[in-house]
């Protein structure tokens, strides 16, 4: 971010006297009015680097505006005057939000995805299916109010789902700085962002209620403690007496307090199921980096081209690395790990599998805090993290109490504490509530940073025999919530990421046998799986095992041309489709021949080819002599109507009748299509 690099070399030309100064105005609450001051005790130590880093973790993108104010008030109107150029050659220019995609189903999502359950779907196994089969079309944030609903009416409600990880925060983040500088949401008088985090505060408080043109927006609705009845009928809220703000809450969602205010609200998919339909006007999408879009981050993240282009060609060669890199929060941790590593080892292995990046990571947020605080201190301030993780994540909590806090060993205020000392890794709010009363809740910043101090935890107690116990119960689970968690555990059961993790676990003797024992039971589950979701989640975890056999025997087959396809198992199928998710290559071409010139491989492949569209172009089909039945042509007008770069489509040698060239025609009559050519030789019918 161009504005943070300004406000570190403005910074750097105060004296420090000045700097001093600086950092006491940030602490007055006062001074700075409706803007959240910072603590002393996180200041105190804090050099320049620090500082800017707790001011945009603080007020993100308002944090040069911050600074411009402070420096007014110390009369350095030259280093005011230097910020407000450098905003003024950045307005307008692109920025991280417009590589987020959002999309939107063309039936307005009214319908929520059709009757899909809470909770259908975990994230990370998500990342692997394919997409909704409806067609949907690019959404901007700045015009998302602007859509027509189905009923005809511009959207009053918007629902915007994503996994973690994704954005959601940050494109909020961004409408309400456009609307505040005047480029965006101008129809609003009044906007009021909420993090959903932040109303667990005022659980069963009460609040007055008014009237007026406005815009709320609910960032996060997935991550709070309140208790939202939308099923229970209750007479019209009475706006003359104090409401719990549940109620406040779910009467604004179902338009029984205030109708003619809009509503955007930011969640997981699961929660996002729990929305009463028929309160939602439109449903859209955020989808994370395309692959250029990864390398694009990475180009803008490090202005020497050479790291770079290093850190670009290791995300590629690591099939974890590149399929969690879709995820601009991910992307995030793996640039400051890898420049990290970069610095501290000339030279040496880069962090390749998922487990082994959270380890740096952690290990980088000990070294950065053990110079200011005391490192034993600072060690046990992990330990119990991590215990808190792993007894709220059985509890399937992802925003704790103070009660919740207590539970787990950690008074409230040691766990306040903590987030002062790793603000990367966990956050507290705080507020008053309407009696005067201090209240907090906590929250990791990121539910794989919970999930891995979780298997921290475990990996700690129970090595020797957590690996099985842990693996059957992931299998158990019908929505894969522990799955990123055993993932953690397979990886932490590493000596060597037990060595780099070695101030906070101690290294087994000898693990190389009981990961060998892990990883044969690992496929012998594979075999008896016919789900491959599930034998997908197991090659992950042999990937965190560093057991890399099963895909190598397909990856050999493909490059010898010997994938002989009738004698493929489920885990070979899934091993194919886990090697062309993960692959670092654009699929320009897509030959069905290569694999078998069959229906049925088409229709084995034809859902990872659909997800690999949305992230990497594919210019040409070629499913020639294929014997394509009414079954495959459906599904691939579903595809044509999606919002993919196929531009070439060669069905030659197959005998589609009448009824197949209508069933495709409804695809290519989709205003999605982007097909420019499509072959049909010895066919009547023409389309170009």
């Known amino acids: 971010m161009a504005g943070v690099i300004d406000l570190l070399e403005a910074l750097e030309d105060l004296g420090d006297g000045e700097f001093k100064k600086f950092k006491w105005y940030l602490q007055q609450g006062e001074f700075l009015k409706t803007i959240p001051s910072i603590p002393k005790s996180q200041l105190e130590k804090s050099d320049r680097p620090d500082t800017v880093d707790l001011m945009v973790q603080t007020y993100s993108r308002q944090c040069v505006e911050v600074a411009r104010r402070v420096l007014q008030r110390m009369k350095r109107n030259d280093l005011v005057e230097r910020l407000s150029n450098a905003a003024s050659q950045s307005a307008g220019q692109a920025v991280p939000v417009q590589t987020c995609r959002t999309s939107t189903p063309t039936c307005d999502g009214a319908e929520n995805q059709a009757g ?20 949907a079309r690019p959404v901007t944030v700045s015009t998302v109010f602007q859509h027509l609903s189905r009923r005809g009416q511009s959207s009053s409600t918007v629902v915007t789902k994503g996994g973690a990880g994704v954005g959601k925060s ?111 006007d439109l449903v859209t999408e955020l989808r994370g980096f395309t692959d250029p879009q990864k390398e694009d981050y990475f180009r803008r993240r490090f202005r020497d081209e050479e790291r770079a282009r290093r850190i670009i060609s290791h995300m590629k060669t690591s099939p974890s690395l590149h399929i969690m890199c879709h995820m601009p929060a991910f992307c995030c941790i793996t640039a400051a790990v890898l420049e990290d590593v970069l610095e501290r080892r ?57 009660e919740d806090v207590r539970g787990s060993g950690l008074e409230a205020r040691a766990a306040s504490m903590c987030s002062e000392w790793f603000p990367q890794i966990f956050k507290t709010f705080s507020g008053k509530t309407p009696d005067n009363y201090q209240k907090k809740v906590f929250c990791f910043t990121q539910s794989r940073i919970q999930m891995f101090l979780a298997a921290l935890h475990v990996i700690s107690s129970l090595l ?109 199928w899934s091993s194919l489709v886990f090697i062309l998710l993960s692959s670092e290559k654009h699929l320009d071409v897509f030959d069905l021949r290569k694999y078998s010139a069959s229906e049925e491989v088409l229709l084995q492949l034809l859902p990872v080819l659909k997800k690999r569209l949305l992230i990497s172009p594919a210019f040409l089909f070629r499913l020639t002599g294929c014997k394509l039945s009414e079954r495959s042509l459906e599904v691939l007008s579903v595809v044509l109507s999606s919002h993919s770069d ?19 025609s409804v695809g290519l009559q989709s205003p999605n299509c982007k097909l420019e050519r499509l072959r049909l030789v010895h066919q009547c019918h023409c389309y170009g």
């Open 116 to 135: 899909e359950p809470a909770g259908e779907q975990h994230e990370e196994r998500a990342q692997q299916e394919e997409p909704a089969p409806e067609p």
């Open 170 to 280: 940050f494109l909020v983040q961004r409408f309400v700085s456009d609307w505040a500088e005047k480029r965006a949401g101008q129809e609003f008088h009044l906007l009021f962002p909420f993090d959903a985090q932040q109303l667990c505060l005022w659980r069963g408080e009460s609040f007055d209620q008014s009237e007026f043109k406005l815009l709320f927006v609910i960032d996060g609705l997935d991550q709070n403690l309140l208790e939202l009845d939308f099923i229970s009928r209750t007479n019209e809220p009475d706006v003359r007496k104090p409401t719990r703000v549940e109620k406040l809450l779910a009467h604004l969602v179902t338009r029984k307090l205030l109708p003619s205010a809009r509503l955007w609200i930011t969640t997981r998919p699961d929660a996002a199921n729990q929305i009463p339909p028929e309160s939602v």
């Open 346 to 402: 000339e030279g040496g292995e880069l962090p390749s599998a998922l487990t082994q990046m959270y380890a740096e990571f952690l290990v980088m947020q000990l070294n950065h805090t053990k110079t200011k605080y005391v490192p034993e201190k600072c060690l046990q301030c992990i330990r119990s993290l991590a215990k808190l993780a792993f007894q709220q994540l059985l509890r399937d909590k992802a925003v704790f109490s103070e």
């Open 464 to 572: 020797s025999k957590v690996q099985k116990t842990a693996l059957r119960r992931a299998l158990k689970d019908p929505y894969g919530k522990l799955d990123l968690f055993l993932r953690f555990i397979m990886g932490l059961s590493l000596q060597q990421n037990q060595v780099l993790l070695q101030d906070l676990l101690t290294p087994a003797e000898s693990t190389s046998c009981s990961n060998w024992k892990t990883s044969r039971y690992i496929k012998r589950k594979m075999s008896e799986s016919t789900s491959p979701d599930r034998i997908i989640f197991m090659l992950h975890c042999l990937n965190e095992l560093r057991d890399d056999s099963v895909v190598e025997e397909v990856q050999l087959a493909l490059r010898s041309g010997r994938l002989s396809t009738d004698k493929l198992s489920a885990a070979h």
């Open 646 to 664: 196929l531009k070439e489509l060669d069905l030659s040698e197959n005998d589609l009748q009448d009824s197949g060239v209508k069933l495709l």
